[in-house]
């Protein structure tokens, strides 16, 4: 633990802090003050953010002065990083709609997280990502069998395939408490993962969420990111993302993306309003990206009014997603006619109609999300024949 440090420090230094430590630098991460308080008109650092122990204030008089203290090497190693994170949002946050938390809660929280965290590390699971249903379903049980009271870190709602309102109205009293409900759903069990705010999306108060329709409600409580992301070596990337996309979209393949190629083909019309359909890449080569239909079609009209395009692929399992925008040229007939003739049989398409297309690339964005939403945005642009890179 740190000495305090004394420095003429004005408080709104402190004020200026950011909400959030992701994207920060870890120096300037660690150095972020944590706890401050004026002694003889100079402000005293009690605490920062890369401490191995942080001390709090706003406890109640009669507070031990060693429950005053966050003592996060209690957390195992591998999940110490986003605990830290989770706590610095949640002291500079707070909940939605409500002040900042006092040390007490903030303490409540990390003492009624670590059995759980401990929980995962038996399970030598070393990412909040990792965290399945049954992991939570494990830990629900324990805690039900432990005590009535309200589990403050995983909760068993319902294992109703089809769970009624009444769910949904028992996971907004939870509004009440200090932390922000994150659903997980599948397999016919729903299970509410309690993290304390705040999230990037505001927290709905009771009111809004009385106001929402079921469909509404159904949606905010799906999950998003549930993926795993693979290692990624910002220092190795290629110098062509044509080399990156083969790497990617076979790793999408090698962990089961059913259908890796296929893809969102965004157009727009004459007047710019846009359009976007679901199609297959049919290959990439140095002339371009290649998808193939019908000049009858929409996508066909608006190609030859307004020959820009982007595609977008989304490969849930490993959290990646790679964007491309360029210019569109139509290939020669002959290609045309070949991509046709390698179609599945059985279709009513005449191959005069059939167009293979190119997508000349100008950028391309490689997307890696993060559980932690610290995502990763490598971004490729073409100058020339060369290509920048920035990530
Ligand atoms: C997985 C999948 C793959 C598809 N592949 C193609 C394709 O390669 N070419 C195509 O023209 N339409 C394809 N379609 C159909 C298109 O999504 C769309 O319905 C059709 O192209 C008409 O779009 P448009 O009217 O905007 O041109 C595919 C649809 C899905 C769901």
């Given at each position: 633990m740190r000495k305090n440090t004394m420095l003429a420090l004005p408080h709104s230094d402190l004020?200026?802090?950011?909400?959030?430590?992701?994207?920060?630098?870890?120096?300037?991460?660690?150095?972020?003050?944590?706890?401050?308080?004026?002694v003889d008109g100079q402000w005293v650092i009690i605490s920062r953010y890369g401490d191995d122990a942080w001390q709090l204030d706003g406890f109640s008089s009669n507070t031990q002065a060693n429950k005053k203290w966050l003592d996060f090497s209690t957390i195992p190693q591998a999940l110490r990083g986003v605990i830290k994170a989770i706590l610095y949002r949640y002291l500079r946050r707070g909940r939605y709609g409500a002040s900042r938390p006092k040390g007490g809660g903030v303490r409540?929280?990390?003492?009624?997280?670590?059995?759980?965290?401990?929980?995962?590390?038996?399970?030598?699971?070393?990412h909040l990502g990792a965290v399945t249903p049954l992991v939570c379903s494990i830990r629900s049980r324990e805690r039900i069998r432990d005590s009535n009271r309200t589990f403050p870190v995983l909760m068993c709602v319902s294992t109703a395939s089809n769970p009624a309102s009444s769910t949904t109205r028992r996971m907004s009293s939870f509004g009440k408490t200090r932390f922000a409900p994150r659903l997980i759903a599948r397999r016919n069990a729903r299970y509410v993962v309690i993290r304390p705010v705040c999230p990037d999306r505001p927290t709905p108060t009771r009111e809004q969420d009385e106001d929402m329709n079921e469909l509404t409600r159904w949606l905010r409580d799906q999950p998003s990111l549930t993926g795993t992301a693979p290692p990624l070596d910002l220092s190795g990337l290629p110098a062509d993302p044509h080399?990156?996309?083969?790497?990617?979209?076979?790793?999408?393949?090698?962990?089961?993306?059913?259908?890796?190629?296929?893809?969102?083909?965004?157009?727009?019309?004459?007047?710019?309003?846009?359009?976007?359909?679901t199609l297959i890449l049919k290959g990439v080569d140095a002339d371009g990206w290649q998808f193939a239909g019908l000049r009858s079609s929409a996508k066909g009209a608006q190609l030859a009014e307004n020959p820009a395009a982007a595609l977008n692929f989304w490969?849930?399992?490993?959290?990646?997603?790679?964007?491309?925008?360029?210019?569109?040229?139509?290939?020669?007939?002959?290609?045309?006619?070949?991509?046709?003739?390698?179609?599945?049989?059985?279709?009513?398409?005449?191959?005069?109609?059939?167009?293979?297309?190119?997508?000349?690339?100008?950028?391309?964005?490689?997307?890696?999300g993060?559980?932690?939403?610290?995502?990763?945005?490598?971004?490729?642009t073409r100058a020339g024949d060369d290509w920048t890179r920035r990530a």
């Open positions: 004020d200026a802090q950011p909400g959030d430590v992701r994207g920060l630098p870890k120096s300037e991460r660690d150095a972020l003050i944590i706890n401050a308080t004026q409540q929280f990390f003492s009624d997280t670590r059995p759980f965290l401990r929980h995962l590390q038996t399970l030598e699971i070393d080399e990156l996309f083969d790497t990617w979209i076979r790793a999408a393949a090698d962990v089961g993306v059913p259908e890796p190629r296929a893809t969102t083909l965004a157009t727009a019309d004459a007047d710019g309003r846009p359009d976007a359909r490969w849930q399992p490993v959290m990646r997603a790679v964007r491309v925008r360029g210019t569109v040229r139509e290939a020669t007939p002959e290609e045309s006619a070949a991509d046709f003739g390698a179609r599945p049989a059985s279709s009513d398409a005449a191959p005069s109609d059939w167009v293979l297309w190119r997508l000349v690339p100008e950028r391309i964005e490689f997307w890696q993060s559980p932690e939403r610290r995502h990763t945005r490598v971004v490729y």
